[in-house]
């Protein structure tokens, strides 16, 4: 299917776990873009990528990696979950005209 | 870094107008956009702001000031389906987003 999509859609795992939220595009988008969004933070952009092996930090990077291997996908690890990290997370994928279309979400409970 | 600020929550009336404000620093500035999110859902585009004025997309309307660092989104008749956050973000140079926290709109019969 096109669009923008994110698994697993839910996550509990535990405190000290590697855990890995997968992304996937299919527009051939450039930019991708991983948030998180927690309540009276809104969106804070953790990671983003402007092609295939170009990745940079974003506001709230630490505790956080990601690769791009290819152009549609862009995978967000937590190398040592933390509480801190239970969140929703949203990636998203940028067109031409700047706009940014947001995957579905993954919702993960660090316990 | 950027700073935006908009209303934690507003209330009003179905078949009414309401008003979401939003305000920004202006160095670095790229462009405003207004997204929409219902509780549990991914937040979905309704308008990008690049020059002065009002844009006008059915009963959504977006006008931006760039010298005032200013925003808003209009809101007419309103329905109950309304109800949602809306968010406000700048394009920054990154080309990443830079969000404000969210106006939380309930729509009451």
């Known amino acids: 299917d096109a669009g923008i999509t994110q698994s697993p859609r839910y996550k509990i795992t535990e405190t000290g776990r590697q855990v890995t939220l997968m992304c996937h595009q299919t527009?051939?988008?450039?930019?991708m873009f991983w948030y998180r969004q927690d309540l009276g933070h809104g969106l804070r952009l953790i990671y983003y990528?402007?092609?295939?092996?170009?990745?940079d930090k974003g506001e709230v990077p630490d505790g956080y990696v990601v690769s791009r291997s290819k152009t549609e996908n862009f995978p967000l690890t937590l190398e040592s979950a933390t509480r801190s990290q239970t969140s929703v997370y949203f990636c998203?994928?940028?067109?031409?005209?700047?706009?940014?279309?947001f995957g579905p979400g993954t919702r993960l409970t660090v316990t | 870094g950027q700073n935006i600020d908009q209303p934690t929550e507003m209330t009003a009336t179905e078949g009414a107008i309401v008003q979401i404000n939003c305000t920004y620093q202006?160095?670095?500035?790229?462009?405003l956009f207004w997204y929409q999110q219902h509780a549990g859902e991914a937040p979905t585009f309704l308008s990008y702001?690049?020059?002065?004025g009002l844009e006008e997309k059915g009963r959504f309307s977006s006008f931006l000031s760039r010298s005032k660092g200013y925003s808003y989104l209009l809101l007419k008749e309103l329905q109950m389906k309304d109800s949602a956050s809306y968010l406000c973000?700048?394009?920054?140079?990154?080309?990443?987003?830079?969000f404000g926290s969210g106006t939380r709109l309930q729509v009451q019969p």
């Open positions: 998203a994928s940028r067109d031409r005209a700047d706009e940014q279309y």
């Open positions: 527009w051939s988008h450039s930019y």
């Open positions: 990528s402007a092609a295939a092996d170009i990745t």
């Open positions: 202006t160095s670095g500035f790229n462009g």
């Open positions: 702001n690049v020059l002065d």
């Open positions: 973000a700048d394009n920054t140079g990154r080309r990443a987003l830079t």
